[in-house]
């Protein structure tokens, strides 16, 4: 491990803590969006790293999606959230088990805004239930419906059914976003070395509607050309 690399892991550890104690004491979506962008910017600006989109004309300015997103690396999450930065749109991430007992994560993933996916349980009435409460409240959701993060060579890995069951049950809209940069080599390339200065570029789909019979995941190739 590079010298650089501890410097990253030890000031990204000292971020997820202060901004997870910072969201602790906040309940209203833009405030918990404002500083989940300030964590975002500050992780990013660390790395040297910028996030390009593409296409922005096609992102909504407002409303409520289920948002779905490619999963190559950590860091994924906050360039969804810089992609999304001139928006009034807010969403809960579907998270695993495993970030919300991280001590690296943990803090910030329990009080930024997340639903809790424990994929050990037979029944998953309480994770439905929680999504449910959430987009009531007024949130979108966002998930990576790859379900964990594509360590392969493939552009993509096979979706899971679940993202489709939650926007049905809850009439929301897809709004398919494609992380073009592969992040998880971004990361390292920055851990090696901190004078690269990089830019990831993400590209937003038509939205689909929930009640959309097709195959999604066919679309979301063609839409972007996988």
């Known amino acids: 491990m590079t010298f650089n690399a501890i410097k990253q892991a030890i000031y ?43 296409n922005r004309e096609k992102i909504p300015e407002d409303g409520q999606y289920l948002i779905i997103c490619n999963h190559r690396g950590i860091i994924d999450p906050p360039v969804l959230e810089m992609a999304l930065k001139e928006t009034n749109i807010f969403g809960v991430w579907v998270s695993k ?14 009080n930024a805004g997340s639903i809790l996916l424990d994929r050990e349980k037979s029944q998953m009435s309480g994770f439905f239930a929680d999504t449910k409460k959430a987009v009531k409240e007024g949130s979108s959701i966002f998930i990576f419906p790859e379900g964990t993060r594509n360590k392969g060579e493939e552009s993509l890995i096979d979706f899971k059914e ?11 809209p897809i709004l398919p976003v494609y992380i073009r940069t592969h992040t998880n080599k971004a990361l390292g390339d920055a851990l090696e ?3 690269a200065e990089q830019t990831l570029e993400v590209e937003f789909g038509n939205i689909i509607d929930y009640k ?15």
């Not at 405030?31 to 790293?49: C, D, G, P, V």
């Not at 097709?214 to 979301?220: L, S």
């Open 193 to 195: 070395n901190s004078n």
């Open 97 to 110: 088990k495993e970030l919300y007992n991280s001590p690296f994560f943990g803090l910030f993933v329990r």
């Open 12 to 54: 990204g550890l000292y971020l997820t803590n202060y901004f997870g104690l910072k969201l602790r004491k906040i309940s209203s979506f833009l405030e918990k969006k404002r500083l989940r962008i300030e964590y975002s910017e500050k992780q990013l600006k660390a790395l040297n790293i910028k996030v390009k989109v593409i």
């Open 162 to 172: 679940g993202f489709r069951i939650i926007a049905l049950k809850n009439r929301l």
């Open 212 to 226: 959309e019979r097709g195959d999604i995941q066919e679309q979301y190739k063609a839409m972007f050309d996988i």
